[in-house]
């Protein structure tokens, strides 16, 4: 349709034909909406059908973030959801882009991340017949199993509502991705200005507070009365609800010992005198009441049963009581009993509880507290330990020192993390002091999330950016140095080189000329790829090397990869969850 046919039509407002000033185009449309509702960040890949979308949402002011390849923008777009507690924007091409983007979009889902995926995708009548066009795909029908919640806009009136609606569903009850399909020919319908501006919807409360019942309340305060080795377990949804002083006062007052999950780390700070992560093998099984505040009983914490809670067999519960604090009541009972469920958002529900907590409080008993002390004491003293030491090449313990020491001294820098080996000893050795510093890989535990939320933290916070990545891992998003160097971003990225995935030492078991899967090209130089685009590179074998250019790197702001070499043989198959790793009994015959 032409625009003069196109303003033929849509011009319902006046018997005159409308001139091009006073008409206004899909693209237009889409911008407007999204900067209607305070968002003003796209992270993407340009191309068919969306690349002057993102041209002119950079002509409009918004900041567009131009990737090379769609799933890194995808978790971009995610963690920025996370950090802004509202939706990150990606936006790709059709079909192979979508799919791309697909992953990020369900992981952020998995998650409880806000994002929304806008893909660009073919004509309807061409799809629905399966007449062949270019990158022809039902997007929308592959979107909704993986997703919170998928929408097609067909009609340029239909625009602000389906943004409204797409933002809405991303932020209300539990947060999750939601995709947007706009078919290309959307983007070029036009309609009359002043109607399409009235067609824009500004959403209103996209996440009301929800508050807890009252009776459930009591329940809960009347079960953690009775606790004689309390807990409480703060998972990522505590440190994404942002009532960090009211969870902290919860803690506080009641003198409850607290274990929070990787995303949680900072909440507190680490070094906080009540958390018991230094003995997390111990309170877990010993605990009697244990009060979830934003954490699953999912397979992070062993579903709620089995050995890791005192259980004599996987399936076996252990003898505590829970205490769950969730927005989404069909989470309660989904692996043991929950004896006292409080739906509801996270600071209604803490708020809730606190009014019930006075002077009068009875407080846990010093047996507990002790019980837990001299292990996180016993432990720690095994960490120092193993942290003193100085081996040649580098250990995990020997440069991850070096990561501990310069966050403990720049307690505002990001910690992106992600790995097996790297990403475990990380966890346990870097410590966290404020609240949403530490992204990692989340629930689904997946690989490839660095260099995307690393550009997200640098673009949203405006902070320094420290990813520690294993060399495997870094090998999933690597190409993204580029994208970091483009925009000159304060990201720092430090590979812990051992030469493979988990360990450089497999052997090929046929005795072939091949390498084991498991094995890269020994010594690669991968601060040669940030050298490639303008940033600094560094080559270091000693903690002393690694901390003079963690130091510079910080100082510098400059976009820096470290390439730290470790010693090859250090790592484990896994890493911690070498349990759901199956390895084979009936080897090569």
Known sequence: ??????????????????????????????????????????????????????????????????????????????????????????????????????????????????????????????????????EEMDQLAIAKPLCKAAFRVLHVEDIGIGIARAIRAAVSGRPGGVYLDLPGKLFVQTIDKAWGQRSLVKVVDPAPKQHPDQEALERAIELLKTAQKPLIILGKGAAYARCDQAIKQLIESTGIPYLPMSMAKGLLPDDHPQSAQAARSYVLPQADVVLLIGARLN????????????????????????????????????????????????????????KFID?????????????????????????????????????????????????????????????????????????????????????????????????????????????????????????????????????????????????????NQSGGEDVAPTVFVKDARYEKLMEAFGGAGYYVTTPEQLMQAMKQAIQSKRPTLINAIIDEAAGTESGRIANLNPTATLKNK
């Not at 890194?72 to 799919?99: D, E, W």
């Not at 050995?307 to 399936?315: E, M, V």
């Open 1 to 134: 349709m032409s625009n003069a046919q196109a303003a033929s039509v849509s011009n319902i407002n006046g018997s005159h034909e409308a001139t091009e000033e006073e008409l206004i185009d899909g693209f237009h449309l889409v911008i407007k909406a999204l900067q209607l509702n305070d968002i003003h960040t796209i992270y993407g890949v340009p191309g068919i059908p969306i690349t002057d979308l993102a041209r002119l949402a950079q002509g409009q002011g918004m900041r567009v973030i131009s990737f090379r390849h769609e799933q890194h923008a995808g978790n971009a777009a995610a963690i920025a959801g996370y950090l802004n507690a509202k939706p990150g924007v990606c936006l790709t091409v059709s079909a192979p882009g979508f799919l791309n983007g697909l992953t990020a979009l369900a992981n952020a889902t998995t998650n409880c991340f806000p994002m929304i995926l806008i893909s660009g995708s073919s004509e309807r009548e061409v799809v629905d017949l399966q007449q062949g066009d270019y």
């Open 299 to 354: 397979w992070l914490l062993a579903h709620g049963k089995g050995k890791t809670w005192g259980g004599s067999s996987a399936k076996q519960w252990g003898g505590q009581q829970f205490i769950q604090i969730d927005i989404a009541a069909t989470e309660m009972d989904s692996n043991v009993a929950i004896n006292a469920p409080l739906v509801g958002d996270i600071h209604s529900c803490v708020n809730g509880l606190q």
């Open 359 to 507: 002077a009068s409080w009875p407080k846990p008993s010093l047996a507990w507290l002790k019980a837990i002390q001299d292990k996180k004491n016993k432990n720690s003293q095994k960490m120092a330990e193993a942290l003193a030491n100085n081996p040649s090449p580098m250990s995990f313990h020997s440069a991850l020192r070096v990561v501990r020491d310069v966050i403990q001294d720049n307690p505002e820098a990001i910690l992106v993390n992600e790995g097996a080996n790297a990403l475990d000893f990380t966890r346990s050795i870097v410590n966290m002091y404020q609240p949403r510093k530490r992204l990692d890989v989340g629930t689904w535990g997946v690989m490839g999330v660095g260099m995307g939320f690393s550009v997200a933290a640098a673009i949203e916070t405006g902070q320094q950016v420290i990813a520690v990545e294993g060399d495997s891992a870094f090998g999933f998003s690597g190409m993204e140095i580029e994208t970091i160097c483009r925009y000159h971003l304060p990201v720092c990225v430090v590979v812990l080189n051992n030469n493979g995935v988990y360990r450089g030492t497999d052997v």
